[in-house]
């Protein structure tokens, strides 16, 4: 099995959004305890366009879906 090629650094940088560690790091603290409910791309501080690259990459389970999974993890815990 082939290595994850992205990193939540990545991820955030394709999102258009500060990817240094420290500011991913303030981003899900900021952001954290998002409803079980609510699924990721549905959270309320994306854009349209982070919300639907976020939903079509864990539908087709492209090579994005594993960061984008561990970022879900990290922002549904309470």
């Known amino acids: 099995m082939e290595?994850?090629?992205?990193?939540?650094?990545?991820l955030f940088a394709q999102?258009?959004?500060?990817?240094?560690?420290?500011e991913i790091d303030a981003f899900i603290q900021?952001?954290?305890?998002?409803?079980?409910?609510?699924?990721?791309?549905?959270a309320p501080y994306w854009t349209p366009?982070?919300?639907?690259f976020l939903r079509?990459?864990?539908l087709?389970?492209?090579?994005w879906a594993e960061v984008i999974d561990q970022l879900n993890t990290r922002l549904h815990k309470k």
């Open 15 to 22: 999102l258009g959004l500060p990817n240094s560690d420290a």
């Open 30 to 42: 900021t952001h954290s305890h998002l409803a079980g409910y609510v699924s990721l791309a549905e």
């Open 56 to 58: 079509e990459e864990i």
């Open 49 to 52: 366009a982070q919300a639907a």
């Open 60 to 63: 087709k389970d492209a090579d």
């Open 3 to 10: 290595a994850s090629l992205h990193t939540l650094n990545n």
